[in-house]
């Protein structure tokens, strides 16, 4: 991972970092991230149990001090840090050339809003705790397995398509063909890449394989759903930059939306075309669409796509 850093974006293991975390390892312990945390000369932390308009903007004077040189940062998080950026008008360091996503779902448009906003190079990174780095979108958007750390596998399970990775480095736990609970699509080529690597490229991460939705007779994935949305949103010029599902009811499924501030006269025209295509592809579901004006970044915890709040059967 540190050999793409380096060789793709120019980051070294002494490039002053700054990352957002929940929980932090003392010993072997696992504690509470503090707010404020410089745990080396290249690495401050910001705590994501502190999320309020005014932590951020102390985050913010703490950069200005500190003058990093990249970011790893969770998507909800990143979205919160524009948030504020827009509302209070403040300025992102000018130190920082490079942001790494990682720990959530980040879909190629919501990329593209990052790097329109902050003006910076973003590239999302994939790993897992058990394994660390698994891939690393290089600058021509292509998201590489990183083959001398893991190999990963396409399997399907149930119809699904999982990621199982096997460590090529863990000798003293070793993580053999390991199911990550994650739905991905990959992509093995002889082709080498603009970026020089002929690895293969992980062409779709989806998250985490989400419980079906099962109401009545009927079973479906939430992942309909979620197509729905990223085809609507594709369609009208990508105004959707987050969504959530929330299911409280067997056949209501609650949307909600951020969008982006120069599409904010459009929500009308989001929502007819949205329930026009779930009306098409799922008729007997209810679906109310909930614009929001703050963008969904829960203190401690990952954005989840999908909340099951009704207690179904499995299918």
Request: hydrophobic content about 40%; overall charge neutral; charged content about 25%.
């Amino acid at each position: 991972l540190w050999r793409l850093r380096y060789k793709w974006y120019g980051i070294l293991p002494a490039s002053k970092c700054v990352s957002f975390n929940s929980s932090v390892y003392n010993g072997n312990r696992v504690e509470r991230a503090e707010r404020i945390k410089y745990y080396t000369k290249s690495l401050l932390g910001f705590s994501k149990f502190w999320m309020n308009d005014q932590d951020f903007i102390d985050y913010f004077s703490e950069m200005e001090r500190y003058k990093p040189e990249w970011l790893l940062i969770q998507p909800s998080t990143c979205l919160r840090l524009i948030e504020i950026k827009k509302k209070y008008r403040l300025r992102l360091c000018s130190s920082i050339r490079y942001l790494e996503l990682n720990g959530e779902l980040a879909t190629p448009e919501l990329e593209e809003y990052i790097r329109d906003e902050l003006g910076i190079t973003v590239a999302n990174m994939y790993g897992a705790t058990e394994v660390n780095a698994i891939a690393l979108e290089c600058p021509f958007h292509h998201m590489h397995v990183i083959s001398d750390n893991v190999y990963l596998e396409d399997v399907i399970i149930n119809n699904k398509h999982h990621a199982v990775v096997t460590s090529l480095t863990n000798t003293i736990m070793p993580i053999i063909r390991y199911d990550l609970n994650d739905e991905i699509e990959l992509s093995k080529t002889d082709n080498t890449c603009e970026c020089g690597l002929k690895s293969p490229i992980v062409k779709v991460i989806k998250g985490r394989v989400t419980d079906n939705i099962r109401y009545g007779k009927n079973c479906i994935s939430p992942y309909v759903i979620i197509y729905a949305i990223e085809k609507v949103n594709s369609f009208l010029g990508n105004p959707i930059i987050q969504f959530q599902l929330i299911r409280n009811e067997e056949k209501t499924i609650h949307i909600n939306l951020i969008v982006k501030d120069n599409f904010s006269d459009w929500k009308n025209a989001i929502s007819a075309d949205l329930e026009k295509e779930l009306a098409m592809n799922i008729p007997d579901m209810e679906f109310n669409i909930i614009f929001l004006n703050k963008v969904m970044c829960e203190e401690g915890t990952k954005h989840r796509l999908f909340i099951d709040n009704y207690k179904a059967k499995e299918c």
